[in-house]
């Protein structure tokens, strides 16, 4: 595909000369696999300037260190699909953390109830938010960050603005002597023998199976074609038969389910309702999913990118950190990430696709 | 070429201009002479905007030059244009004007961008100012009003009275009345003559014939790139120009009217809106009907109501013996009802896709087992439309954006005719292609059309005559005439057509006839 991109920008290929051609040639496969290049030269050079970079166990820690953050921007990767934008993604995470924490503690249920009351709370969320964009009219940026404002205050109401952990005094008076079940601990703190033992942790696994699923749902079924084809011009989905809206609330109500599935596996590693826990996760899986635009050069939501976005951030803050640098230089590093990863869509794709009438 | 007593303004001398493999502009000679409304006339696709474009410095042109006033003009932003003198009122009102500000500020717009211009609103200069350009041409509106709040035909009076303040030497006018009643028609008429006298060069470009009786002084008509024809000498010729605009294409496509079928599509007593009167229309299996009239007289209202986008005020509607009420295009998708959108770019092309994502749209289900799509089927059923249709590609993976105008109208076209289809309707398939193109389209919309009925929704009636084996004309939001090809009398259709129906006498000087 991309030795004759350029004759077919005209439909009719015209003889350029040589020179014109290779440094198009050059320009897509920068714009194709620079990011994948640049991935793996990362690799390669922390492996070789950091001691223990190169190895399983460092490996699994960046994977952990992006399971949470990529799961919710692979929600998120839904929503840009169909053109719009989910900021509510972060709270909806943060209050599933609290609401399982809730469940367990305080109601004193089961893991299983915890989880279930969680995903509803994503799906009802993202259905609220589907609503409030196609029936109501109000922008998606818009709506999603007052439903993200609902959420943080909401989640801090039935605990008067504390975190929940066994034994805290509860705002009626007595003691919460619910428990975290060692089931739904589990979910976070369970490692899988493989290669090495108790290698890979379950919230890993999580972010692979996940991953996959949207990648097959995005790419390979008639649902994903549909969405990606709202995503580029409703009207005219719309007027081939495309349900527009359903596909939208259900794009949303995909990134609450999955922003809450985060949430869960947060909630199953620190073992307590952290009040102050996932401040950075909307800002960093957003990233995450921009980022995915310059994989391959797709220019557009895609969840391979994604996942190669969240892997990419998740490198870079490894190597940096067994290089020494200091904690507080990592949103510096994110945002430097970030802004080259949007040239590389923007400026060189585009400069790509110009020259259409 | 100006005749004797006026001075040509602006002239234009073998001016080219070429999109890709498409030509649109193939040397244009043209000379815009002060005091005189010259009407330029052209079917879609003529070359009128590109032209115009060019004018107002949207567009440079690849060869060929343009003097203003005796010096050379190339203006290479629309910016440069107005400055050099050259104001234009496009066809898309709300290019014209924002409709979050109110009516001073739309006015005043550029004296607020002018240089010079103090860094706060003075707002009661501005009002003050906004009245003496609104009173110059009889607008009678508050002017502190949004915009946002007007109707269609005063946002157009705005974007033009804005266009005179900036005192133009040549005033271009997109078919400025196609969204104006006739009294708000005759107010910017009554305008344009006064201007006229004041000296400017006015281009005015209408194929509303009603308009051109008016008020032209000159008429260029132009087909295919090029100037087919100019008529200044009074009484102004104009069926001459319509055969000029039209050209013979009318007679190299020979239609054969095939013996129709059994009735697909009934429509009884239907009210397209409150005010429109009731229209009957029956279209049967192995028949083409083409719809025309001019912007505005109901086709897409009625292409909208047969897919299921609105519904009609009353009647009924049957297809193949039943009621037909669809409520949504998937609705109407199922019942065999299949509309290719008029306006590719917003309602049809999916950017984003290549041509075979692109075609099977629609009909992903058929493409799909348990939701998983098959690329194979895709692809087949594509590359049997790229061959049907002739669509010029390297394969069926290209990206839509690469192709020329053409071939992606032939791609939307292909859309829905790859499935089999009761009523198939098109709303102006030849939009914006070129004759080639056009002619592949036409004929494989006839070849096909034996198993389904077809209805073919087209402003200009060249297009019609070349396609259809009926012509029905619309009006007002109701049926007007109904012609078989064959040796069709032009002239009523173009009466007909114009709302100015018996009147075929072509010095009729009678606008008002058009019931606002």
């Not at chain 1, 991309?2 to 014109?20: E, N």
């Not at chain 1, 089931?183 to 108790?198: I, N, P, Q």
């Not at chain 1, 990419?312 to 803050?317: A, D, E, I």
């Not at chain 2, 198993?451 to 009926?470: G, M, S, W």
Request: glycine share 10%; hydrophobic share 45%.
């Amino acid at each position: 595909m991309t030795t004759d991109t350029r004759s077919t920008d005209t439909g009719v290929s015209r003889p350029l000369p040589p020179s014109v051609d290779r440094s198009q040639m050059l320009m897509n496969l920068a714009i194709r696999y620079g990011f994948l290049c640049l991935l793996l030269g990362l690799i390669v050079f922390f492996s070789l300037a950091a001691n223990g970079f190169a190895g399983p166990r460092s490996a699994v820690f960046i994977f952990q260190s992006v399971a949470i953050t990529g799961i919710l921007a692979l929600g998120v990767t839904c929503t840009l699909v169909v053109g719009g934008f989910d900021l509510s993604i972060g709270s909806v995470a943060t209050s599933a953390l609290m609401l399982s924490a809730y469940v367990m503690v305080v109601l004193e249920q089961s893991a299983l109830v915890a989880v279930l009351a969680c995903l509803l709370m994503g799906a009802f969320v993202g259905f609220i938010n589907g609503i409030l964009i196609v029936k109501m009219r109000v922008p998606d940026l818009l709506a999603t960050l007052g439903m993200m404002f609902l959420l943080i205050g909401l989640q801090r109401i039935p605990t008067e603005g504390r975190s929940i952990s066994t034994g805290m005094t509860l705002p009626g008076g007595e003691v919460a002597e619910g428990t975290f079940s060692n089931a739904f601990l589990w979910l976070g703190r369970h490692r899988f023998d493989f290669v090495l033992e108790d290698l890979i942790p379950v919230p890993v696994i999580v972010f692979l199976i996940v991953g996959i699923l949207v990648w097959v749902f995005l790419e390979l079924t008639r649902h994903g074609r549909l969405m990606y084809a709202i995503g580029s011009n409703e009207r005219a989905a719309a007027l081939a038969g495309t349900n527009v809206n359903r596909y939208k609330i259900t794009a949303y109500m995909i990134s609450g389910v999955l922003a809450s599935v985060g949430g869960i596996l947060l909630a199953a590693r620190l073992g307590r309702g952290d009040i102050a826990s996932g401040n950075n996760l909307l800002l960093d899986s957003v990233a995450a999913a921009l980022i995915g635009f310059a994989v391959l050069g797709a220019a557009k939501p895609n969840a391979f990118g994604t996942a190669i976005g969240a892997l990419f951030v998740g490198v870079l803050l490894q190597g940096l950190t067994m290089m020494n640098a200091p904690y507080y230089t990592q949103d510096f590093v994110k945002g430097g990430v970030l802004v080259v990863a949007l040239v590389f869509t923007f400026a060189l794709s585009a400069r790509k696709r110009g020259g259409g009438h | 070429m100006a005749k004797p007593g006026y001075d040509t303004i602006c002239r234009i001398v073998g001016v080219e201009k070429a999109f890709g493999p498409n030509r649109v502009l193939r040397g244009i000679d043209l000379s815009i002479p002060g005091g005189q409304i010259t009407v330029l006339m052209g079917a879609n696709g003529a070359g009128k905007s590109t032209l115009v474009k060019i004018l107002c410095g949207v567009h440079r042109a690849d060869g060929g030059h343009i003097e203003l006033s005796g010096d050379p003009f190339q203006p290479t932003s629309p910016a440069h244009a107005i400055k050099a003198g050259v104001v234009t009122v496009h066809q898309s009102i709300n290019d014209g004007v924002i409709p979050d500000l109110d009516v001073a500020s739309n006015l005043m717009l550029d004296d607020l961008n002018a240089p010079g211009a103090g860094f706060f609103v003075n707002e009661n200069r501005l009002r003050e100012d906004a009245k003496r350009v609104a009173g110059a041409m009889d607008l009678d509106i508050d002017v502190r009003t949004q915009v946002a709040d007007l109707g269609v035909a005063a946002r157009q009076l705005i974007a033009i009275a804005r266009a005179l303040a900036k005192q133009p030497k040549v005033l271009i006018l997109d078919e400025p009345t196609s969204s104006l009643s006739a009294t708000e028609a005759e107010r910017l008429f009554t305008l344009l003559d006064r201007l006229r006298e004041t000296g400017v060069a006015i281009l005015y470009i209408s194929h509303r014939m009603s308009d051109i009786r008016r008020i032209a002084d000159r008429i260029i008509a132009m087909r295919d790139g090029q100037i087919s024809g100019t008529f200044e000498d009074a009484p102004l010729d104009y069926e001459g120009a319509v055969t000029a605009m039209l050209g013979h294409a009318m007679t190299q496509v020979d239609i054969d009217i095939p013996s129709r079928g059994d009735p697909v599509l009934v429509l009884d007593d239907v009210q397209l809106s409150a005010q429109a009167a009731p229209m009957a229309l029956t279209v049967h299996r192995n028949e083409v009907v083409a719809v025309t009239g001019l912007l505005g007289s109901g086709k897409t209202k009625l292409a909208s109501v047969l897919f299921g986008i609105t519904r009609p005020h009353s009647g009924t509607v049957m297809l193949d013996g039943q009621v037909y009420r669809p409520s949504s295009p998937e609705d109407a998708i199922r019942s065999g009802v299949f509309l290719c959108s008029k306006d590719r770019a917003s309602n049809g092309v999916v950017p984003d896709f290549d041509i075979a994502q692109n075609l099977t749209l629609p009909f992903l289900t058929r493409h799909a087992s348990l939701s998983f799509l098959n690329g194979g089927s895709e692809r087949r059923t594509t590359n049997r439309m790229i061959d049907q249709l002739g669509i010029v590609c390297q394969s069926s993976a290209d990206e839509i954006g690469t192709l020329s105008g053409g071939n992606q109208q032939k791609v939307m076209v292909g859309r829905w005719m790859a499935e089999a289809s009761q009523l198939l309707v098109l709303d102006e398939p030849f939009q914006g292609v070129d004759i080639r193109a056009r002619r592949d389209i036409g004929r494989t919309i006839r070849a096909t059309a034996d198993e389904r009925a077809t209805i073919v929704f087209v402003a200009e009636l060249d297009e019609a005559l070349e396609i259809a084996d009926r012509i029905v004309v619309m009006s007002e939001e109701t049926i007007v005439g109904e012609h078989r090809n064959d040796d069709v009398d032009l002239n009523a259709i173009l009466a007909q057509v114009s709302g100015v129906a018996g009147a075929t006498t072509p010095n009729d000087p009678n606008p008002s006839a058009r019931t606002p």
